[in-house]
């Protein structure tokens, strides 16, 4: 029974790590986005739907 309890708390310490450690990850990449300036922003989603709407069309003319 003392070693199934055990099992528990080493479980949950693991969950509890793992929670930690998403937090440090989202948190960073706040971070970064935050950093980008206005101009920054909208440079990279004209970009994102430059290749998008390319690959898109590409795909359009295989078919």
């Known amino acids: 029974m003392r070693r199934r ?8 310490l693991a969950g509890l790590v793992g929670v930690a450690a998403t937090g ?3 948190a960073r990449a706040e971070r ?3 950093t980008y300036t206005p101009e ?3 440079e990279r989603l004209r ?5 998008a ?3 898109a069309a590409d ?3 295989q078919s």
């Open 53 to 55: 709407t390319g690959s």
């Open 24 to 26: 440090v990850v989202v």
């Open 5 to 12: 309890l055990r099992w528990w708390k080493v479980l949950g």
């Open 59 to 61: 795909t359009d003319s």
């Open 32 to 34: 970064r986005r935050r």
């Open 40 to 42: 920054e922003v909208r």
């Open 47 to 51: 970009e994102r739907h430059g290749r």
